[in-house]
């Protein structure tokens, strides 16, 4: 772009002519510049009491009703008119074309750093990542929320709110053990499933031979081998075992009407939508916050952006991305537009001026001089803990002034196991990335076993690392959900995930059905 001496705007006060002129400007940089690949944009402008109702429904334009979305718009309300929050400048739904929600009360500086940053930023990151590639599909989406709307406010008028209540609830308590993490391969046709099974029938009778039939049997063997088999069987009939807790109830609760199967799918369905933005937020408020950044000091200098306009939005993003030390009363963890921003800055330092350090540290892109090709290539290769323990260098971990702490359960103290030294930067940096891995944090709860035909029992597993056990009201607390959507008796057993040694059992005995 050359150097345009006409400012996009020269007040506080906007109408659509300025977003117009603005948008055009932002998207000229953003992708004639920066080379950002963006769905098509649909640009609104809501109130703050639209945004609060936003807000309550998890942030989607098209939303169910539940009585857990207007308490959460009461709280949040409150907090509002008295001053104790603030609100999002902007809200951005990743959809095709993607939603930008503006709030009518910014100021027209502050509608153009939004548009940058959500419009573009957001909106290039959820076009190109590969989870959210893999897992969302944004030209459905909001089709799929106005048919989950009306099917469910369709169920309330024939079967009762409380009744569509009492389904959502259970559902909504579940929707963290409701999705897939792993992509399944795709179901056999029964053709193939028939060849598969004469397959494994001619390679049986290959490896067979009668001298195992002069092996003299044990007492009870014969009903064990027959006991396992059977069981295996089942399980493998059921496709066990099964990490998505909703999915199988959906499948195979033999107590729940269609209805009731279908407002389970549809709560998975949007647990499974939201399944990329917990492993993202770190890189995806970071690509926003850079490309922003990037865009109005670009407007500035071209002469498009006034000087007290840049030092609203200057005084914006110092806010947004600021960093608490851990001793400061306001912390309350590692910000993640600070920690984004700050290694999207250190990627393009190293791509384009690096330290003799960063060429130890990272000898294929230090030096490459493209660094917006090297964001752009990281930005659709990773999730926060790849992204983090690839590229975190040294130089950002003392800027940050990291260390890890060890806690044992059985120790009255905890301990600094590394600094930011030669020695620690590695350490520091690993353990970073492992407190963004989502298994790290989410129990691991799995149905292993149930006998359709006996006495219905569903058996689910917890495999529990590094000794943390599930709190036990809340635990209770989920299991009675679990309980009242399968109608029959359930048993959770905590394994050790590194020993396999059994930590404790309970059960929760249903119902009739």
């Avoid at 496709?239 to 998505?244: A, I, T, V």
């Avoid at 030294?421 to 690993?430: K, L, T």
Wanted: with cysteine; proline share 4%; charged share 25%.
């Amino acid at each position: 772009m050359a150097r345009d001496a006409t400012l996009l705007f020269e007040s506080s006060e906007w109408n659509f002519a300025t977003l117009s002129r603005a948008y055009d400007a932002i998207e000229e940089i953003a992708v004639g510049e920066m080379g950002l690949d963006v769905y098509p944009n649909q640009i609104e402008v809501i109130s703050s009491e639209q945004m609060l109702d936003a807000y309550s429904s998890i942030g989607m334009p098209l939303m169910y009703q539940h009585w857990s979305f207007g308490k959460r718009f009461a709280f949040e309300s409150h907090l509002y008119r008295k001053g104790r929050r603030g609100l999002a400048y902007e809200l951005v739904i990743n959809s095709n074309p993607c939603i930008t929600y503006l709030m009518e009360e910014n100021t027209m500086p502050m509608q153009a750093l939004v548009t940058a940053h959500a419009a573009f930023g957001h909106n290039h990151f959820f076009k190109n990542n590969y989870l959210f590639r893999q897992w969302t599909d944004a030209g459905a989406i909001l089709g799929y929320m106005d048919f989950a709307k009306k099917y469910i406010a369709r169920c309330e008028e024939r079967h009762g709110v409380a009744a569509v209540e009492e389904i959502l609830d259970s559902a909504h308590a579940l929707m963290n053990q409701g999705v897939f993490h792993y992509r399944r391969p795709p179901r056999l046709s029964p053709a193939k499933v028939t060849e598969r099974a004469r397959e494994r029938l001619e390679y049986e009778e290959q490896v067979y031979s009668d001298l195992w039939r002069t092996l003299p049997a044990t007492a009870g063997t014969a009903d064990i081998e027959e006991a396992e088999q059977e069981a295996l069987e089942r399980k493998n009939a059921l496709h066990l075992p099964e990490e998505n807790l909703l999915y199988f109830l959906e499948k195979h609760s033999l107590i729940l009407e269609p209805w009731q199967r279908e407002i389970l799918r549809i709560v998975r369905v949007i647990a499974q939508y939201f399944y990329p933005q917990g492993q993202t937020k770190v890189m995806n408020e970071g690509c926003a916050t850079f490309v922003h950044y990037t865009i109005i000091n670009r407007l500035f200098d071209l002469g498009r952006m006034g000087e007290g306009a840049m030092l609203e939005l200057l005084a914006s993003h110092a806010n947004v991305v600021f960093q608490p030390g851990f001793d400061d009363p306001r912390f309350s963890g590692i910000n993640p537009y600070a920690l984004g921003f700050a290694m999207m800055q250190d990627i393009e330092r190293i791509a384009t001026r690096p330290t003799a350090e960063d060429r130890d540290w990272f000898p294929d892109i230090a030096g490459s001089g493209d660094g917006m090709g090297t964001l752009i290539d990281a930005w659709e290769n990773h999730r926060d803990e790849s992204f983090i323990l690839q590229y975190l260098s040294p130089a950002l971990i003392r800027k940050f002034r990291l260390f890890h702490l060890t806690d044992r359960a059985t120790d009255r103290f905890c301990e600094v196991a590394s600094i930011h030294d030669e020695r620690g930067y590695s350490a520091v940096r690993s353990a970073l990335a492992r407190s963004y891995d989502p298994g790290a944090h989410q129990p691991d709860i799995q149905v292993v076993d149930v006998d359709l035909l006996g006495d219905r029992r569903l058996r689910l597993q917890h495999r529990v690392r590094n000794g943390i056990l599930l709190e036990e009201g809340e635990r209770d607390a989920t299991l009675g959900h679990i309980r009242r959507l399968w109608g029959y008796g359930l048993s959770l057993t905590g394994i050790d995930a590194a020993s396999g040694a059994v930590l404790y059992e309970c059960s929760s005995t249903g119902g009739d059905a």
